[in-house]
């Protein structure tokens, strides 16, 4: 069932700089999680400390029993086996057609011979919908294949743990559909992990199982998607909903003169929550939840047409 992540009192810094701290969350094995937050909030850099790229001033990161913060080096190559990453810029290598970038990490780390490296790149290509294309070079094909082709190398390890830096960002709306669909049928048919770093609030308000808010140098909030799409909180609700009115300024945080003018603005109703996006393959959702049921379970009362299947934005599937 892919592999928990318990991170625990994390910060990290550059210099002077804090980027963020005191961030404690525990990513649930098997579930989908999305994390948000304003551009520059440090989300590269948590993927990054996950992995154990970067290492964090102070925390623990606990995966299989092992502390990714603070562990030997030979324990993180080991440990690194568990990930595949999708980097924020796709990081192809230029020189290498499709096929050779996807069968790097089987180069790298097995021992397979290069029949079997054939069927796997093969069968990954096909996964992402990339068949046909092994020959094509990174810079020749659109940024949407791109992210597709990174992605088939972040599965060929068969990893328990995914983690995806704005798979989105520069696909238009159609193409970010799809892939989105891509994830939740990945996450129901391999046992992994998913922690998907987003811009996009559709896909923040119906791919996840779980929400994650990086604001202000601190883990604003993270829980199961009904309760942040629920919370009155201002930052999460303002981000969620990308409104205007509330603490988030253009440079991140609003000064008191611009919060002054709006202090009798109301905060527009919450929109309905939509039903979460369902694979398309047939298999159910690992972690299927019922729809509303955390929110009956806590109390809430979901916004006036939350989960009505007409209401919810789906994908063709
Ligand atoms: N290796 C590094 N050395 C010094 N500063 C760094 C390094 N990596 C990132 N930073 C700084 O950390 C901050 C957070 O960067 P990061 O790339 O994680 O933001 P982000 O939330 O992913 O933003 P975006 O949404 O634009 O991708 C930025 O101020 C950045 O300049
Ligand atoms: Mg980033």
Known sequence: MGVEIKVDNLSKSFGKQLIWGDVSLTIPAGEVSVMLGPSGTGKSVFLKALIG?????TGSILIEGTDIASCSEKDLYAIRKLFGVLFQDGAMFGSMNLFDNVAFPLREHTKKTESQIRDVVMEKMDLVGLIGAEDKLPGEISGGMRKRAGLARALV?????????????????????????????????????????????????????????????????????????????????????????????????????????????????????????????????????????????????????????????????
């Open 157 to 317: 390890l068969d990893p328990e743990i995914l983690l995806i830096d704005e798979p989105d960002s520069g696909l238009d709306p159609v193409r970010t559909s799809f892939i989105n669909q891509l994830f939740i049928d990945l996450n129901a048919q391999i046992d992994a992990t998913f922690l998907i770093v987003t811009h996009d609030i559709n896909t923040a308000r119906t791919v996840p199982d779980n929400i994650g808010l990086l604001y202000h140098k601190h883990l604003a909030m993270f829980g199961p998607r009904e309760m942040l799409l629920s919370s009155e909180e201002p930052v999460v609700r303002q981000f969620l909903n990308a409104q205007t009115v509330g603490p988030i300024g253009m440079s991140e945080e609003k000064d008191a003169d611009e919060l002054e003018a709006e202090k009798d603005l109301d905060m527009p109703p919450l929109p309905p929550i939509p039903l979460q996006l369902e694979p398309s393959n047939g298999i159910p959702r690992r972690s299927q939840r019922e729809p509303g049921g955390w929110c009956r379970d806590n109390g809430v009362t979901p916004p006036p047409g939350s989960f009505d299947h007409k209401m919810s934005m789906t994908t063709g599937g």
């Open 53 to 57: 790229l970067l290492k964090p001033d």
